[in-house]
Structures are given as C-alpha cells and as structure tokens.
Antibody, heavy 122, light 110 residues
C-alpha cells in the first residue's frame, strides 16, 4: 500500500528555520516525483514545487522560488520542505503528494500525505 | 503561472446536477488533456476524483464526470448528495514538470 507520512505539527517564531518531512512507503521512492502543496488558512491549494528523488531534479513555482528549499534523502525514502527564516505568512497546512507521471510529464496527484500544520507566531 | 479560474461557489438540491468550470490558458488546460479534479472535506487531505480530464479512479462514484473544451474544463456532479458537499479544485499540467491549481469551488447541497 502506497503511503506518504508527514512529520507532525510545528509552532515556530518568525525568523526561525524549519524542515518538515514526508516519508514514502509501499513503492519505489526513487521512481516517482514528490510534490509540495500549500494551503493557507481558509484558502485554496497552491503548487509549491516538486522533486524527483531519483536524480534530485527539482522544480519550483515562481511564487515559491527562493522562499523554500525542496530536497530528498533517497536512502530513507524521505522528501523535505525547508525554510531558512520563517514569516507569519508561512502559517499554513503543507501537503506532500505523489504525482502519477510519465517521464517528466505530470498527470495527477494520486496519493497525498496527511498534511503538516505550520504555525508561525511571535 | 496564474491559478486556473473556478467559480467561488456552486449549490444545488439533492438529486440535481451541478457543473463546476475551470478556465485556464493555452499554456495549461488548452495544451494538455491532463486536468484533474480533487474533492476536499474540511480538515482532510484532498482526494482525487477525476484524472486526465474524464477518467474516474477506482472507488469514485460514476455520478462524477469530467470534460474539456478548449481552455475550459468542467466537473459535473449528477444526483447530488449531501456527502458531496465540500471544496473542489481543478488542476492542470502546465509544462516543465509543473502543475497549476484552480482557486477552488465550494459546493453546497441545499
């Protein structure tokens, strides 16, 4: 059974750093992309970016380029989303998801993690 | 890369049919037959309802159907039921290994 299990909720102060994780199981981790999706309180889904753990090919939405870092450790089948300096506006639920793809073409997000709630407040 | 355009809300009575539109551009919806639709209930992760424009994953009711014309995709829910209430998002491949979401549509069963 394919599963994406995300790390737990975080409460941080502005300016602090943070790295949240998404562990894949039940499939070959290096053969599928992992995407990150943001959902701010009461708002819609936003595409942040994606990584292919097999070769670490990483793509970012222009809105998130330079704001976050996506990485993966294929030895432990885990993808990460990282901030160097959090802002209050980073408060949101963050989902990882696995796209069904053919090569570099992404078709749809068929498996989702349970979400990690990040709260940034002084 | 702008978000796809969806109506903010759509409502219908039980048993009726409703349609949610999703308008993109020739760079995303219009270029690929790779629109997917997701249902999200409050506090839950999104669930895939339609993929590749009109295909249903195993386990999704055949009351859900999808279509596309030009730069606009549509999701139709027929025989509306109370359990269909929630938020619905469209999503399209936008080239270069990127996806773009719509702003979401709140479905209310009256």
């Amino acid at each position: 059974e394919v599963q994406l299990v995300q790390s737990g909720a975080e409460v941080k102060k502005p300016g602090e750093s943070l790295k949240i994780s998404c562990k894949g199981s039940g499939y070959t981790f290096t053969s599928y992309w992992i995407a990150w999706v943001r959902q701010m309180p009461g708002k819609g889904l936003e595409w942040m970016g994606i990584i292919y753990p097999g070769d670490s090919d990483t793509r970012y939405s222009p809105s998130f380029q330079g704001q976050v870092t996506i990485s993966a450790d294929k030895s432990i089948s885990t993808a990460y989303l990282q901030w160097r300096s959090l802002k209050a506006s980073d408060t949101a639920m963050y989902y990882c998801a696995r796209p069904y793809s053919s090569g570099r073409t992404l078709y749809y997000l068929d498996y989702w993690g349970q979400g990690t709630l990040v709260t940034v407040s002084s | 890369q702008s978000a796809l355009t969806q109506p903010a809300s759509v409502s219908g009575s039980p048993g009726q049919s409703i349609t949610i539109s999703c308008t993109g551009t020739s760079s995303d919806v219009g270029s690929y037959n790779l629109v997917s639709w997701y249902q999200q209930h409050l506090g839950k992760a999104p669930k895939l309802m339609i993929y590749e424009g009109s295909k249903r994953p195993s386990g999704v009711s055949n009351r859900f159907s999808g279509s596309k014309s030009g730069n606009t995709a549509s999701l139709t829910i027929s025989g509306l039921q109370a359990e269909d209430e929630g938020e619905y998002y469209c999503c399209s491949y936008a080239g270069r290994s990127t996806l773009v979401f719509g702003g979401g549509t709140k479905v209310t069963v009256l």
